[in-house]
């Protein structure tokens, strides 16, 4: 089983940065990328940024130039640095690693951390 534990998220004024992180339990060789999805009120769950195992990354479209997603391999952790932040930032954040077992992707998620931005 893999755990991921979710840490970074708060209240911030508008024009503010957080940073999430989001550790993994383990160390696994099957991950083929880890990412950040957010949730808010109303809304479908949408990815916001994903990093493969190789390094490659994509952001959607609202935060590209804001905020950067990157991985620490040695400590098995992803982090989602967020600047420029808006209102419609506001939503919980879960980070999720997709792995490659057996022919099949398996998706692990995290608790989820809220985040708030404030006009």
């Known amino acids: 089983q893999v755990q991921l534990v979710e840490s970074g998220g708060g209240l911030v004024q508008a024009g503010g940065s957080l940073r999430l992180s989001c550790a993994v339990s383990?160390?696994?060789?099957?991950?083929?990328?880890m990412g950040w999805y957010r949730k808010a009120p109303g809304k479908q769950r949408e990815l916001v940024a994903a990093?493969?195992?190789?390094?490659?990354?994509n952001y959607a479209d609202s935060v590209k130039g804001r905020f950067t997603i990157s991985k620490d391999n040695a400590e098995n952790t992803v982090y989602l640095q967020m600047n420029s932040l808006k209102p419609e930032d506001t939503a919980v954040y879960y980070c999720?690693?997709?792995?490659?077992?057996?022919?099949?992707?398996?998706?692990?998620w995290g608790q989820g951390t809220q985040v708030t931005v404030s006009s």
């Open positions: 999720n690693v997709r792995r490659y077992l057996t022919s099949i992707y398996v998706d692990s």
């Open positions: 383990r160390t696994i060789f099957s991950i083929v990328a």
């Open positions: 990093i493969t195992s190789g390094g490659s990354t």
